[in-house]
C-alpha cells in the first residue's frame, strides 16, 4: 500500500482542526472537512518553509516576497502595457495576460459598436420620427453607452498595468517590466 504523503499541514482558521492538503492547491479555496466552513489553502514560502496566508505578498518570517511578475507567469508590463494603449479597446492586454473571458468582453463592445452602426444607418441626415425615430436614437444611446464603457474598462485596466496591480490568468500580478 502507497502511503500518501502531503506537504501542507495547516490549522482550519475556524474550528483549529489540523487539515492535509497537496502543494498544488496551495492558494486555492477549500472547505474544511469537520465544520464545511470555506478557506483558502496557505501557501509555503519558498525561502523558509513558514505557511503563508491570505493575500499578504511577504512571508510573516522571512519577510521573502512572494514570486509575482515574470517569475511566477511569465509576463511583462511593457508588453500589456504597450497593447493596452494601442489595442486596449480590442481586450488585447487581457489576452496576452491570459484573461480570456475579459478579453472577450472588450470584443464585444465595438461589435456592438459596429451592430448599432449598422442598424441605425450611416446616412441619415436628420433623425426621424415614430417607430424609426425609435430605433435612431436608442441606437444611439446604444453607441454611446459601449463606447464609454470600453473607454472606461480600458482606463481602469491601463491603470492597473502601470501601478503593477494588473493580475494574468492564475491569478498573478504582474508586476516586472
Not at 160 to 165: A, K, L, V
Request: charged content about 20%.
Amino acid at each position: 500500500m502507497k502511503a500518501i504523503l502531503h506537504n501542507l499541514r495547516f490549522d482550519c482558521p475556524e474550528c483549529d482542526q489540523t487539515i492535509d492538503a497537496e502543494p498544488e492547491l496551495a492558494g486555492t479555496s477549500g472547505k474544511c472537512p469537520h465544520c464545511k466552513v470555506r478557506f483558502i489553502v496557505p501557501r509555503r514560502c519558498e525561502e523558509c518553509g513558514e505557511m503563508m496566508s491570505g493575500p499578504s505578498a511577504h512571508c510573516p518570517r522571512c519577510r521573502m516576497a512572494r514570486r509575482r511578475g515574470a517569475e511566477a507567469g511569465g509576463k511583462r508590463i511593457l508588453p500589456a502595457f504597450l497593447l493596452c494603449f494601442f489595442f486596449g479597446i480590442f481586450g488585447a492586454h487581457a489576452f496576452y495576460a491570459g484573461r480570456t473571458r475579459r478579453g472577450w468582453v472588450f470584443l464585444a463592445f465595438p461589435a456592438v459598436l459596429l451592430l448599432m452602426l449598422l442598424i441605425g444607418g450611416f446616412s441619415i441626415k436628420e433623425p426621424p420620427g415614430g417607430f424609426t425615430g425609435f430605433i435612431f436614437y436608442a441606437t444611439a444611446a446604444g453607441m454611446w453607452i459601449s463606447g464609454i464603457a470600453v473607454a472606461v474598462m480600458t482606463v481602469v485596466d491601463f491603470i492597473t498595468i502601470i501601478t503593477g496591480r494588473f493580475r494574468d490568468g492564475d491569478g498573478n500580478e504582474i508586476s516586472e517590466w
